[in-house]
C-alpha cells in the first residue's frame, strides 16, 4: 500500500492499495475494483473520484493503483494537503484506507535551454528580490512547468524548451499584472 508524501504541481500521482480477506488476512481480489474520493484539505467534498485498475494480474493478487494528474485544471493547488481515501469490498466486506500528500510548486523545470528571468520594478527599475515566480505553458495558469525565487539581482534561472511561456510573479507588496508572456529561445 502506498502514496507519495508530495507531488510536483503538474505532475501525475500514483497511489496503490493491497487488498486481503477479513478473516484470514491473506492477499484477496476485491469483488469489484476499489473506489476512490481525493479530498482537499478538510474540505467535505471530493475533487476528484474515480475506480482504482487492477495492476499485473497474471503476477499479483489484489493490487490496485491509480494514476492521477495533479494539475490545477484538476483542482489541485501549491501547498494544500490531498487525501486519497480508498474503498474496497472483500467477501462481501467493505474496508478503507486513506494517505495524504501535499503539492509542490515543481522545481526549476527540466527543458534544454538555460534561461533566465530578471523582475524588476516598474517605477525604481530597481531588482526585485524574494519574489515567487512559476512558469506555465498556458495562459490560464493550469500546467506549472517550473518555478523559483528571485535572488538579490532580481533572477531566477530556468531550464525550459523553446516557445512561448507565460510567466507568474508575485511578492507581498506589489501588484504584478499575470501573466508575462514570453517566447524562450
Not at 6 to 19: A, E, I, M, Q, R
Not at 49 to 77: Q, W
Amino acid at each position: 500500500m502506498g502514496c507519495p508524501s508530495s507531488v510536483d504541481l503538474g505532475d501525475n500521482l500514483v497511489f496503490s492499495v493491497t487488498t486481503h480477506h477479513p478473516d484470514t488476512g491473506l492477499l484477496t481480489d476485491a469483488d469489484a475494483v476499489p473506489a476512490y474520493w481525493i479530498y482537499e484539505d478538510e474540505t467535505a467534498v471530493a475533487i476528484l473520484t474515480g475506480n482504482m485498475a487492477k495492476l499485473d494480474d497474471a503476477n499479483t493478487t489484489g493490487f490496485y493503483s491509480e494514476l492521477i494528474a495533479c494539475t490545477t485544471a484538476n483542482g489541485f493547488e501549491v501547498g494544500k494537503t490531498y487525501s486519497p481515501y480508498i474503498e474496497a469490498t472483500v467477501d462481501g466486506v467493505k474496508g478503507g484506507i486513506s494517505y495524504a500528500f501535499k503539492v509542490n510548486r515543481p522545481a526549476a523545470g527540466a527543458g534544454a535551454i538555460t534561461w533566465t528571468y530578471t523582475l524588476t520594478d516598474a517605477d525604481t527599475g530597481a531588482p526585485i528580490d524574494g519574489a515567487e515566480i512559476w512558469v506555465t505553458t498556458d495562459s490560464a495558469g493550469a500546467n506549472v512547468i517550473a518555478s523559483g525565487t528571485t535572488d538579490d539581482a532580481g533572477q531566477v534561472t530556468f531550464y525550459l524548451d523553446a516557445g512561448v511561456k507565460y510567466i507568474w510573479r508575485k511578492k507581498a507588496g506589489y501588484n504584478f499584472t499575470n501573466p508575462d508572456q514570453e517566447t524562450v529561445s
